[in-house]
């Protein structure tokens, strides 16, 4: 039975009532549906607003993170208000101002292995909008694994990808990629930048596309990849197939149950930015900042890409960005001590790791980035 | 010529191009071509068997090649090959 309609959501939806392809039974059946968006940053906020104001009756999210001043830029739920506050908690608050007559479920927690059965148990449909994959695969897994329809997005820069994995009836994310990309090759938002519209754009695209499965209509992105290049301003499509050697929807499946997709995707957490802490190649700010008033001979390389260091820099450090690294090896002194950094200590982790490779024996990498060295030694940088 | 398309998270590795073009008869000797010009491309497109990475998808016209012949996908001139790579912003 579907729910009714109070005469207080007749006038609130009567743009949907008016829609042949929604009508009175659509609105209704929206009414007693259900959505769970796994993040709620730059794609979570759109969707979580479109399915909120269109009246998806129960609505679950799922972020562990707290609002930051650098998230306000593409992360449209959230207000200079919340800074500081959970993320769910602050999305569950905008809702609910939006639509009091929608329910919503805040789960401030990291989506595992663990938890995610339990979490995604009564809900209709699963929206990814996380931002790291390990995630990504999990809501692949849990998908197949309880046959519900994953509407999937993810963003770079100016680039964006769509599209409904419902195994059910076609492809999965693992029949199109059946592993994820070795850690570090392709950067997050918070190394990358990211142009704030853009998870508008895709979120929007995937709340389009939740609200069309949960009232029947149109033909979904299910089969199809949707590309969008926003300097461009170009959508593509790629035509999706099932792989029927896919380890989790295939015909011989191998994975029958969640498993540990950190490991699987070779990282050692989330995708925190901040390097490992107490790792012997680490070298705090303050304890740079002593060796180089000390006048102890290092070098000082900044691996961050050359338009950064217009947001802030060091003085006396050189700019080699992280690509270009393992081209610069021959003009770098192995016997020399050696400091990398970039904004937050995770690219500068890598170049720790190539130079380690190359037999550099004499390097550290300053913990917590440039952005580090902005909060404990020269307040005057801003931080990014 | 056919004409490889790259996807902002891998320009990096081309000298910042949206388009490569390339020669071969295939989708495998097209690949090939671009990873000559840009070799320092390979290690992270390609495995040790310089197949693709399964992170990657190629496409020629918009169908996987995967679902044609793989890397013996015929490419005629006007062919437009797609890299497609995961990625995972939110």
């Known amino acids: ?384 | 010529m056919p004409s490889l398309k790259i996807p902002t998270p891998l320009r990096s590795y081309v000298n910042g191009q949206a388009e490569v073009l390339v020669r071969g008869a295939t989708a495998g000797a097209a690949l090939e071509d671009m990873l000559a010009q840009y070799p320092a491309f390979r290690p992270h497109l390609c495995k040790e068997d310089g197949s693709p990475r399964a992170f990657v998808n190629l496409f020629r016209n918009g169908i996987n090649i995967r679902d044609l012949q793989g890397l013996d996908t015929p490419l005629g001139p006007e062919d437009i090959l797609n890299l497609i790579p995961a990625i995972a912003g939110g």
């Not at chain 1, 769970?36 to 009246?55: F, K």
Request: glycine share 10%.
């Open chain 1, 1 to 384: 039975m579907l729910p009714e309609l109070s005469r207080e959501e007749i006038l609130r939806y009567s743009r949907h009532l008016l829609v042949p392809e929604v009508g009175l039974n659509g609105q209704r059946k929206l009414k007693g549906s259900s959505a769970l968006i796994i993040g709620s940053g730059g794609l979570g906020s759109p969707v979580a607003l479109y399915l909120a104001a269109a009246g998806v009756g129960h609505i679950g999210l799922v972020d562990y993170d707290v609002v930051e001043e650098s998230n306000l830029q593409r992360q449209i739920v959230h207000g200079t208000g919340m800074v500081g506050r959970l993320k769910v908690d602050s999305a569950r608050t905008r809702l609910l101002d939006l639509n009091p007559a929608i329910q919503v479920d805040a789960f401030n927690e990291s989506f595992t292995s663990a938890n995610a059965m339990r979490i995604a148990e009564p809900f209709d449909i699963i929206i990814d909008g996380t931002d790291n994959f390990p995630t990504r695969y999990l809501t692949n897994d849990l998908c197949v694994l309880t046959d519900k329809p994953n509407v999937y997005g993810a963003i770079h820069r100016f680039e964006g990808q769509a599209s409904v994995f419902y195994a059910r009836e076609g492809p999965c994310y693992r029949c199109l990629f059946p592993e994820p990309p070795p850690p570090g090759l392709v950067p997050s938002c918070a190394e990358a930048g990211v142009l704030g519209i853009l998870p508008g754009t895709i979120g929007t695209i995937q709340a389009t596309e939740a609200i069309k499965f949960l009232l029947g209509i149109g033909s979904s992105l299910s089969g199809r990849l949707l590309l969008y290049d926003a300097l461009d301003m170009s959508f593509e499509y790629v035509k999706l197939k099932k792989n029927p050697e896919c380890k989790v929807c295939g015909a011989h499946p191998e994975v029958t149950a969640l498993i540990d997709y950190n490991e699987f995707c070779g990282v050692p957490g989330l995708e925190h930015e901040e390097g490992p802490e107490g790792r012997e190649w680490d070298i705090t700010a303050r304890e740079l900042s002593a060796q180089l008033k000390r006048g102890k001979p290092l070098r000082l390389i900044d691996v961050r890409e050359p338009h950064e260091l217009a947001i802030s820099h060091i003085k006396g450090a050189e700019n080699i960005p992280l690509g270009e690294l393992a081209g610069a090896l021959s003009k770098l002194d192995p016997s020399q001590e050696i400091v990398l950094f970039c904004k937050k200590g995770s690219r500068s982790r890598r170049g720790l790791e190539l130079l380690a490779s190359a037999g550099f024996k004499n390097v550290k990498n300053l913990r917590g980035g440039i952005n580090a060295w902005a909060m404990e030694v020269d307040r005057s940088l801003p931080i990014y």
